[in-house]
């Protein structure tokens, strides 16, 4: 049973850039969030996404964006990057409804540096 | 809006002694709590999770929770430590009210074990 996987596992771009981070969720789960996590700090939720539509999302700007696939993976965009966006990002999934509908399980995380 | 306090940044135990890391939690009903874990340069995995029931919970690796709704807390135990515990454990609330949602987090504590 595969469990939540993440590409690339590092990525360095540089100011102004844009970049796309993946996620395949758990197998069997249909909900996908995603986080930050800067160094030294805990993850900060970015967004949700369920059924193909974003479901909740957390007190980040507009430069964040993010997809879900038909097949339940899903992508988050950073455009115009900052410095301050180097940080992990992490994916997590889970199942909309019975039962662990609750629990979230994370993938390893694409590190991300903003030179 | 939930919150979550871990009061301690950085704690240092001898192997084989016993461990509690501390979890307080803001939330206007009873939350969803969970404790994840953290090797360095990598993502989280989930130790235990509370949502309703016996307020202690067990959970992998030898831990266990007790949920105290009077203090507002979810402490985290082991009995005795490994070597192969030190790493960054973070609590996290999530909002049942709201179903399959967010989780926000505190902001870790670092284990360090001692020989």
């Known amino acids: 049973d595969a469990g939540v996987t993440q590409s690339p596992t590092h990525l360095i771009k540089t100011r102004g850039q844009q970049v796309t981070l993946r996620c395949s969720p758990k197998s069997g789960h249909d909900t996908v969030s995603w986080y930050q996590q800067a160094l030294g700090q805990g993850p900060q939720f970015i967004f949700q996404y369920y059924e193909e539509e974003e479901r909740q999302r957390g007190n980040f700007p507009d430069r964040f964006s993010g997809h879900q696939f038909p097949n339940y993976s899903s992508e988050l965009n950073v455009n115009a990057l900052l410095l301050g966006d180097s940080a992990l990002y992490l994916c997590?999934?889970?199942?909309?409804?019975?039962?662990?509908?609750?629990?979230?399980?994370f993938g390893p995380g694409t590190r991300l540096l903003v030179l | 809006a939930q919150s979550v306090t871990q009061p301690d940044i950085h704690i240092t135990v001898s192997e084989g002694a016993s461990l509690e890391l501390r979890c307080n939690y803001s939330?206007?009903?009873?939350?969803?709590l969970f404790w994840y874990v953290q090797s360095p340069g990598q993502g989280l995995q989930l130790l235990l999770k509370y949502f309703s029931g016996d307020t202690l919970v067990q959970g992998i690796k030898g831990f266990e929770a007790e949920f105290k709704r009077s203090q507002s807390s979810f402490n985290l135990r082991k009995p005795s430590v490994h070597w192969s515990d030190a790493a960054e454990y973070f609590c996290?609330?999530?909002?049942?009210?709201?179903?399959?949602?967010?989780?926000?987090f505190g902001t870790g504590t670092r284990l360090t074990i001692i020989p």
């Open positions: 939330y206007g009903a009873t939350p969803y």
């Open positions: 996290a609330v999530g909002a049942p009210l709201f179903g399959n949602e967010k989780l926000t």
């Open positions: 997590a999934s889970s199942l909309r409804t019975g039962r662990d509908q609750e629990t979230q399980y």
